[in-house]
């Protein structure tokens, strides 16, 4: 008897962006040495859960992680845009810092509710479960009991977290942890989906 459809949802290794304070969502980052490290360890640890698909999001720095778990598994990677990264629009490659000084009330309104309120020019989160569940779903419809490494990003991440348990997307920012290299697990059964871990490093 197969077993349930998992869905792994990884996100990129580290790049000069992260955890420095700059929205990185269009603006595009190769990894570093130590993302290329972690794309590498996540590799072995991917490698060992036997997937049987990769999907990628276009972003370059989740096809560099994506990549040594290619080798891994001699799986070719489906690119699907719907896992890119949330837009921010006017505020992408820019510090948080200078944001929050420079556009205090627009800062304001997305720190409150980034659900709904966007970045001047960029997305919502609700935009994105928009675009990024439509891929969960042909996943899940072409990959029945099956296992699939989704490499994707931070915010993409935690919003499918948040939609998929049913937890109000605009929480998303406060309510799911997802470090650089990080996997987040999901099992589908008949009553829909389990998260098995969240946020994991390797």
Not at 35 to 41: C, D
Not at 84 to 106: F, L, M, Q
Not at 131 to 143: F, G, K, S, T, W
Request: one cysteine or more; hydrophobic letters at 35%; a neutral charge.
């Amino acid at each position: 008897m197969s077993g349930p459809t998992t869905i792994h949802l990884i996100r990129h290794g580290d790049t000069d962006a992260s955890g420095e304070g700059y929205f990185s969502g269009d603006f595009d980052p190769p990894i570093t040495a130590s993302g290329i490290a972690q794309a590498e360890a996540l590799s072995k640890k991917v490698a060992a859960l036997r997937p049987t698909v990769i999907y990628v999001s276009p972003k370059l720095r989740a096809r560099m992680t994506a990549e040594p778990t290619a080798r891994a598994t001699g799986l070719t990677p489906i690119v699907e845009d719907g896992l890119r990264e949330i837009s921010y629009g006017t505020w992408d490659g820019r510090h948080e810092t200078e944001i929050r000084a420079s556009e205090p009330a627009a800062y304001e309104r997305w720190c409150t509710d980034p659900g709904t309120h966007s970045p001047p020019g960029g997305e919502s989160g609700f935009v994105i479960a928009a675009r990024a569940m439509p891929v969960i779903a042909r996943i899940l419809a072409d990959h029945e009991n099956e296992v699939v490494a989704v490499f994707s990003h931070k915010a993409t991440i935690r919003i499918l977290t948040c939609t998929l348990l049913g937890i109000e997307v605009s929480r998303f920012r406060d309510r799911v942890s997802c470090p650089t290299a990080s996997i987040t697990t999901f099992t589908f059964g008949p009553r829909g989906a389990m998260l098995v871990r969240v946020g994991e490093p390797t």
